[in-house]
């Protein structure tokens, strides 16, 4: 997410509070067709993912896509539930659609994504504008949806699969810079995090076939592609076995042939020493050694991990049914500085104001904060969502002017550190992959490092997709600044 909203330019600070407020919109596909598809994405990396898998199936019924809303057919907003301003965001985004809508009745407007499968056909009856609903998992079915809809019905597809990957789709890449694209590796998520709507708008937690996952960043590659970020909600917990369900093959063999992350890791890195690994989102209680080492051992696969702390208390990491403890992360951090080296690249996401969390709690979060010294983070303050195990069992008693104030002090945090870690990197080299022009002087270019840094230089002559070793001579809180050694 982080990379894309950088791609285009809605992020170039080293914080943001909250990234689910943004969107990003379908490019215009000029391919002759006769409809026009328009899909606006929130939320997180695999939402935007899933945009791309959307395209790919209306592509082949017959749409461009277009980033003209008012020359679509067809309008999308694939959505996000993860906090209550995020699903406000869609909802002000619809009353907008509805006034244009007053002038081309005709323009099918669907909503996707999890606010979709959070409220299902409740959306039809809410916002009295949609024609069709989509859930994660149905969309395969758009096509019998759109149909469903030009015969004058609503249509809704909710349904959550327990197999869908989508594996045999290639993605129409949407906003894409040419050099950098995500790879879904798997859907779902089965933890459980006592906050987080996730587990009930995404499902069950299923892997991607490995097959299908290299030879996509395989054809990625050929394509002058020369970074791919796999996604999941939690790739540590990635499980492929060759035989899935074959009880007989495995009675029969003894063993199942089983692809576990570093395992898939090791695989896509051999796709190409030119072609970068990047992954999101680990967690800290499923990252294994044997994943530092596969990274330690391919230069391509880059060194930054997300490691999402949410709070420094043990109690409140509890109450959230994280699945570790405070020891336990700082354990974790150390380990991955130890095996990857002080230029790792540590990224996390915080919660401030949490069910109960006391003053003094919320100060443990600062000083696991002082401790690792992030290189980036995503905060926000904690919005009770309906249907959570938080909902039900705790009491979201923290006062939204305490969670603030407590928010501001966690970003102002993250601000110095971020701009500590950027200082450690002046005067050294390193390897950058160039992305395109940087947004402030197209006399520069920009790309990052492997620790995930932007490092803006003056052009002199190179190209994106090179790879370049830029010596940092400056930096700011969110930006190398260098020149090509
Ligand atoms: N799977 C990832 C996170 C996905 S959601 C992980 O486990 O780390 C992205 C982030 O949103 C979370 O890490 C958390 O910090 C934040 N988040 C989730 N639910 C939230 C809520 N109810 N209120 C505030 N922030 C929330
Ligand atoms: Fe949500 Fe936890 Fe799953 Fe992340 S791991 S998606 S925070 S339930
Ligand atoms: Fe939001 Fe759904 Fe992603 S709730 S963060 S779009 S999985």
């Known amino acids: 997410m982080e990379n894309l909203l950088r791609d285009i330019g809605i992020l170039d600070s080293d914080t943001k509070a909250d990234v689910c407020e943004t969107y990003t919109v379908s490019k215009d596909q000029n391919t002759g067709k006769a409809r026009k598809l328009y899909i606006e994405s929130y939320g997180c990396q695999m939402n935007f993912s899933d945009s791309e898998i959307v395209a790919s199936i209306l592509s082949k019924e017959g749409f461009d896509t277009t980033s003209d809303i008012n020359a679509a057919d067809v309008v999308f907003l694939n959505t996000c539930s993860i906090r209550e301003k995020a699903e406000q965001t869609v909802r002000n985004r619809l009353t907008h659609i509805n006034n244009l809508k007053r002038h ?125 970020t796999l996604l999941g909600q939690n790739v540590d917990s990635y499980k492929w076995s060759e035989v899935q369900n074959n009880k007989a093959w495995i ?113 443990e979060t600062l000083s696991v904060m002082d401790a690792v010294q992030y290189d980036f983070a995503y905060m926000f303050y904690y919005s009770e969502r309906p249907g959570t195990l938080a909902e039900k069992k705790y009491k979201d008693d923290v006062s939204l002017e305490i969670k603030k104030r407590r928010l501001d002090e966690i970003i102002s945090k993250q601000r110095a550190h971020s701009f500590l870690r950027n200082q450690h990197d002046v005067g050294k080299t390193y390897k950058v992959l160039i992305e395109g022009n940087s947004k402030r002087s197209p006399k520069d270019l920009q790309g990052r490092t492997s620790s995930n840094k932007v490092v803006v230089f003056p052009a002199a002559g190179h190209q994106k997709g090179q790879y370049v070793n830029v010596l940092v001579t400056d930096c700011s809180g969110g930006t190398l600044i260098g020149k090509v050694v």
Request: one cysteine or more; charged letters at 30%.
């Open 251 to 363: 009675e029969k063999n003894g063993i199942q042939d089983v692809v576990n992350f570093a395992e898939l890791l090791r695989r896509v890195a051999g796709v190409s020493p030119d072609l970068r690994v990047r992954f999101s989102t680990s967690h800290p209680k499923d990252i294994t050694d044997e994943v530092l080492f596969v990274m330690k051992e391919h230069e391509n696969i880059c060194k930054n991990i997300h490691l999402p702390m949410q709070s420094g208390s043990s109690r409140i990491l509890e109450l959230m049914n994280r699945g570790y403890s405070r020891e336990w992360y700082l354990n974790k951090a150390k380990r991955i500085r130890e095996v990857l080296g002080e230029d790792c690249g540590l990224s996390s996401d915080m919660i401030a104001g949490f069910c109960t969390e006391t003053e003094e709690e919320h100060r």
């Open 104 to 228: 081309k009745p005709e323009m099918l407007v669907g909503v996707l994504g999890c606010m979709a499968e959070r409220l299902k056909s409740r959306l039809l009856e809410e916002e009295k504008i949609v024609d069709l609903v989509a859930g994660p998992d149905a969309y395969r079915d758009l096509p019998k949806l759109i149909n469903q809809v030009d015969e004058g019905d609503k249509a809704v597809n909710t349904f959550l699969s327990r197999e869908e990957t989508y594996a045999d789709i290639s993605p129409v890449r949407l906003n894409s810079n040419g050099v950098t694209a995500f790879i879904s590796i798997m859907r779902g998520c089965d933890n459980m995090c006592s906050f987080c709507v996730v587990p009930f708008t995404r499902g069950r937690e299923r892997s991607r076939d490995p097959h299908s996952i290299v030879s996509e960043a395989k054809d990625l590659f050929g394509r002058g592609y020369r970074e791919v």
